[in-house]
């Protein structure tokens, strides 16, 4: 089997301007662009191909894949199921423009794509064939038949009452967990009267035996203000507090993971690639490591941070918002790592065909807040032909 080619597919659905983009800085702009979705897929000459999705905007995706340099022609002619050994070849081949941030997600996506060929090729789930031991675990050496999301509500709405309302959509959806994030007027904006207010809200509609997340995406300033919020919140029990200090603050986070017995998560805003988790674990002493499955490197490498964060009795809980064949390698990632108890999935206002049904079959959330892990081989999902055909757009 060869690698014929790898199309960048670009997906654009304006919305209906109620949803900012998640673009640095687009909430505080007013910025109301929709979805935007950059999707990859490997093709070979045997016609079986896979797909991959990347954080990223397209166009960028698109240099990185079609360059005189790029993805592509490093690839064509090789055998996709070769994929450690391609991911090194990618890795190393865009050294010198690479080796963190866009083209790691870039590579990411090309090799979840080659896992879905390697899979499909073999007759069995990826899971299967990425698996790896971590040694003296209690998790038994058998997938799971089930792993469960936390629900992102985002936006999480302009007031309390809509806060409200979301989150009990998400309850009413039968999430097990549920992450509230920061939005202007509400959490990490305004005051700490605020940021307790909306916490609270969210702990009363979600009740006592669900979990909840917080995300603040960047917001405070220092040690200080994250340990006075974080006080003032942690009766109502937050699974962890995400991103509450700026990206690069390292040693700050250290300074908070020490002072605080809430859990402090960090990873999904640009990090990339084992080494850049290993600082965080290591200097950072984050409890929660968040490699993104459209942005971190790929499902092996989301693994092998999974097996670092276990060696230091942290936990690695995949990131990936509204892009959902990266809910779909999360879910094989899930069914490996025994320090995953949770992975991300979207609760998107509005909502978009472009997020709920590009998926075939869709994912659904079952009755017990849990999603199947499915014995289909690769990823165990196509592209909704439909629904790429309504939304695709050239690369931008």
């Not at 789930?125 to 799971?144: G, K, M, N, Y």
């Not at 094989?332 to 709920?356: C, G, K, R």
């Amino acid at each position: 089997m060869k690698i014929t080619d790898i199309e960048v597919i670009a997906l654009r659905d304006p919305g209906d301007g109620s949803v900012a983009s998640w673009n640095v800085g687009a909430a505080d702009a007013g910025v109301a662009s929709g979805y935007d979705l950059t999707l990859v897929r490997v093709h070979t000459d045997e016609g079986i191909s896979g797909i991959g999705q990347c954080e990223a905007p397209s166009l960028v995706i698109y240099a990185v894949v079609e360059n005189s340099m790029g993805l592509k022609a490093l690839l064509q002619g090789e055998d996709p199921r070769e994929v450690q050994r391609l991911w090194q070849k990618m890795y190393n081949a865009t050294g010198l423009y690479g080796r963190r941030g866009v083209t790691m997600g870039a590579i990411g996506a090309v090799e979840t794509a080659l896992w879905d060929i390697a899979g499909k090729a073999a007759g069995v789930p990826v899971h299967r064939l990425a698996w790896r031991s971590f040694a003296t675990t209690a998790t038994p050496p058998e997938p799971p038949t089930a792993v469960t999301p936390y629900l992102t509500v985002y936006p999480p709405g302009d007031d309390i009452p809509q806060l409200r309302e979301r989150v009990q959509m998400a309850v009413e959806a039968g999430a097990c967990a549920v992450k509230v994030e920061e939005w202007p007027g509400q959490f990490a904006n305004v005051d700490l009267k605020t940021d307790v207010a909306v916490v609270e809200a969210a702990r009363e509609v979600l009740g006592d035996d669900r979990e909840l997340m917080i995300d603040v995406q960047n917001r405070w300033r220092d040690v200080g203000q994250a340990l006075q919020s974080i006080k003032a919140i942690e009766q109502y029990r937050p699974y962890f507090i995400e991103a509450p200090l700026p990206a690069d603050n390292v040693e700050g986070y250290a300074r908070l993971a020490a002072a605080t017995d809430v859990r402090i998560a960090v990873g999904d805003w640009g990090f990339a690639g084992r080494h850049e988790f290993a600082d965080l674990l290591r200097r950072g002493r984050v409890d929660v490591v968040q490699p993104s499955a459209v942005r971190a490197g790929g499902i092996h490498e989301i693994l092998n941070v999974a097996e670092d964060a276990y060696r230091h009795g942290a936990l690695c809980i995949p990131h990936t918002w509204c892009h959902v064949v990266g809910a779909a390698a999360e879910i094989q990632v899930a069914a490996i790592s025994p320090v995953t108890p949770f992975i991300e999935f979207p609760m998107a206002f509005p909502a978009s065909d472009a997020i709920s049904n590009l998926l075939e079959p869709a994912l659904q959330l079952r009755s017990d807040g849990t999603f199947e892990v499915p014995d289909r081989p690769g990823l165990g999902f196509e592209l909704n032909e439909e629904v790429v055909g309504r939304f695709r757009v050239e690369p931008y």
